[in-house]
């Protein structure tokens, strides 16, 4: 018993005495170190008393490689024992030795320093050590390839971006972003383990993508497919981890032209070139069936060699609305070339019927695309629309549809059958109504679709007003009822339609104002109400003569295709040379030329009488015979008009009022 007790207290105070004996105690830290990258830390290590340093000794040395990092002997450093990768980097505090505080301070912390530290310490008696571990060397190292890229436009590329991190891929939140231009545009957004394709701007956001297979191996590079002229620049991946962060760049740099844009640069040269040549054979041209062929020509194959050049711009560079209005607007404006064209009267039965109602098609077919395009826009955000909304904007889409589709049908049995019956009566009365419908309708859809929902109500309220007018019958009743002159009457008309086309075009600015491409859509819809304009003018005074139709021609299918084509042209070349458009928005300058020439066309049918009077009374003065003219079916105008209608533009006076309306009368019936 007496045996076993002194066993235990041996175990027991054996340590004790031993800790006692030694004379000192090496103390390290109580937690594992977390070193930034490229930083500075200290390893602490000291004893509890202070040591004789003629007798000590410390010695740093890492465990895992044995690998000496510094010594203190004799009362001094000894660099020279260090090992080379911590020559330099590694230092005691000197002045802090001799009150026993052997700790160490390594500088421009390496990823390789992470690891074990012992530091031992020696006196003449005896010698203690401690353990310092370096856990973790906080890092976030971004780099890039060495070089630029360059590429050419239509290609797939990739923006290199790899990350070094402590920290693990899934918990790091990277973007990327184009950071030239007028202000950062955001590209594609990973922010931890998830790829925000919303965060993308739209130019982006069906083209870019992460190599998700290697993303945990650090490699966040960006694949930017189909890249355009517009893409040229300088891109930033920036790469966030706590309170680290860092980025590199990547610049895509002579974006060289696609096998695309050539072919859209010959396109556009090609209608240039086609519609000269073209309207040069058909003015050369003696035979009456040639001529007629190559005004077909002419109205016809440069506006669809236009439509194939915004087509294939539209699959590189430009942008849903952008191509699919300016595609549509090149292939339906031959209607209306179609209906201004010289020999347009000269062809018989429905045939001419069918010219007279192209210009009717082409508006019902040209509101049914810009109105569906529109409608895929408020798609887009109609999420933070409410159900009702949503339903109701969908039932107004729904009834312009439904009014274009009867106006079509309406006016395609009209061009192949030409016969009277029930059947065509409702639908002509329903085309009328739809006609007149339309421009109110689409301005509800808009500001409701778009955010102005108040402003709707507005135009509700004005819709029986604005009906009321549209179907007023400026031809008879303002003849009958208010005995006007036939210039006041269209003069009259012509006031009318301006007030209502500025209302229409200051109201899509109102509704589509925090659209991006408002301006765009702006002209398109000017020159839509234009259409609508020469659509309601052939219902409120019949069938009307379009004069000087050869030189129509000429501006239409030559001028104002020549236009299209070296807008088109500059625009390429111009983001070929800078990367950004010109422009920005083709429409902006697509539609205002076609608005003028349209507007010109409008004019020349309106103030028709005056040119066809000043014409015929000139060739009665002259002597030339009418009949060899192109309209052969005009007679001379009442040689009391004629005489009425002075050189310097002025009229006699008269004091017989009647006989002047009886002149006027007579004319109108023979020119109508």
């Known amino acids: 018993m007496l045996c076993l007790n002194m066993q235990l207290h041996k175990c027991i105070f054996g340590p004790v005495l031993l800790m006692i004996s030694s004379g000192f105690i090496v103390k390290g830290p109580s937690d594992p170190l977390v070193v930034p990258l490229g930083g500075s830390v200290v390893l602490p290590c000291s004893v509890d008393k202070p040591l004789a340093a003629d007798t000590l000794k410390v010695v740093w040395i890492r465990t895992d490689s044995n690998t000496l990092v510094h010594v203190f002997h004799s009362g001094k450093s000894i660099s020279e024992a260090q090992f080379k990768d911590f020559q330099n980097r590694a230092d005691f505090f000197s002045e802090n030795i001799q009150h026993g505080n052997f700790s160490l301070l390594l500088r421009d912390v390496r990823v390789e320093d992470k690891g074990f530290y012992r530091c031992k310490v020696y006196s003449d008696v005896d010698s203690d050590e401690a353990l310092v571990e370096i856990k973790a060397v906080e890092r976030l190292i971004v780099t890039r390839s060495a070089h630029n890229i360059s590429a050419f436009v239509g290609e797939d590329v990739a923006l290199n971006c790899s990350v070094d991190s402590h920290i693990l891929p899934e918990d790091l939140e990277v973007s990327w972003k184009k950071t030239d231009g007028d202000g950062d545009v955001f590209v594609l957004t990973y922010p931890k383990s998830t790829t925000l394709l919303e965060s993308s701007d739209e130019r982006y956001r069906d083209r870019v993508e992460f190599f998700t297979d290697e993303i945990h191996r650090g490699n966040f590079s960006l694949k930017l497919r189909s890249i355009r002229t517009e893409d040229k620049g300088v891109y930033m991946c920036l790469v966030f981890a706590g309170r680290l962060s860092a980025n590199t760049t990547v610049e895509l740099q002579q974006l060289g032209f696609s096998v695309i844009h050539i072919f859209v640069l010959f396109l556009c040269i090609s209608a240039c070139v086609s519609s000269v040549v073209l309207f040069v054979l058909w003015r050369s041209s003696q035979d009456a069936r040639t001529a007629l062929f190559f005004q077909m020509c002419v109205v016809s194959a440069p506006n669809l060699i236009m439509f194939f050049a915004f087509l294939f711009w539209g699959v590189t560079e430009g942008f849903l609305s952008e191509t699919v209005v300016c595609c549509a607007h090149c292939a339906l404006r031959i209607l209306l070339l179609l209906w201004a064209s010289p020999h347009s009267e000269r062809f018989p039965g429905n045939r001419k019927t069918a010219l007279h109602c192209s210009i009717h098609l082409e508006y019902s077919l040209f509101t049914n695309i810009i109105y569906s395009v529109l409608f895929q826009s408020f798609r887009e955000k109609s999420l933070n629309y409410s159900e009702s909304d949503r339903v109701l904007i969908t039932i107004l889409f729904g009834i312009m549809i439904l009014i274009c589709i009867i106006n079509i049908i309406f006016l395609l049995a009209e061009m192949i059958i030409n016969q009277d019956g029930h059947v065509r009566a409702i639908l002509d009365f329903v085309s009328d109504i739809g006609h007149d419908a339309l421009p109110p309708l689409q301005l509800i859809f808009l500001y409701y679709a778009f955010g102005a929902a108040s402003q709707a109500l507005f135009y509700i309220g004005v819709f029986p007003l604005f009906l009321t007018l549209a179907r007023y019958n400026w031809k008879d009743a303002c003849l009958n009822n208010m005995k006007c002159l036939r210039s006041a009457r269209r003069g009259a008309w012509l006031v009318f339609m301006i007030v209502v086309t500025f209302i229409m075009v200051y109201s899509y600015l109102i509704a589509l104002e925090k659209e991006k491409d408002c301006?765009?859509?702006?002209?398109?819809?000017?020159?839509?109400?234009?259409?609508?304009?020469?659509?309601?003018?052939?219902?409120?005074?019949?069938?009307?003569?379009?004069?000087?139709?050869?030189?129509?021609?000429?501006?239409?299918?030559?001028?104002?295709?020549?236009?299209?084509?070296?807008?088109?042209?500059?625009?390429?070349?111009?983001?070929?040379?800078?990367?950004?458009?010109?422009?920005?928005?083709?429409?902006?300058?697509?539609?205002?030329?076609?608005?003028?020439?349209?507007?010109?066309?409008?004019?020349?049918?309106?103030?028709?009488?005056?040119?066809?009077?000043?014409?015929?009374?000139?060739?009665?003065?002259?002597?030339?015979?009418?009949?060899?003219?192109?309209?052969?079916?005009?007679?001379?105008?009442?040689?009391?008009?004629?005489?009425?209608?002075?050189?310097?533009?002025?009229?006699?006076?008269?004091n017989n009022e009647s006989l002047e309306m009886r002149s006027l009368l007579q004319t109108q019936n023979n020119t109508t």
């Open 519 to 654: 301006f765009g859509w702006t002209c398109v819809a000017a020159f839509l109400q234009i259409l609508w304009g020469i659509v309601v003018l052939k219902h409120s005074f019949g069938d009307l003569d379009l004069p000087f139709r050869r030189n129509v021609c000429l501006i239409g299918s030559v001028g104002v295709v020549s236009v299209d084509s070296i807008a088109l042209m500059a625009e390429l070349i111009q983001k070929k040379i800078t990367g950004d458009r010109a422009v920005g928005d083709l429409r902006m300058v697509v539609f205002p030329c076609e608005c003028v020439f349209a507007c010109s066309v409008l004019m020349l049918v309106i103030f028709e009488p005056y040119f066809k009077n000043q014409h015929l009374c000139h060739q009665n003065e002259t002597g030339s015979d009418p009949a060899n003219e192109s309209n052969q079916n005009h007679h001379v105008p009442n040689e009391e008009v004629c005489h009425q209608m002075l050189p310097n533009g002025q009229r006699q006076n008269t």
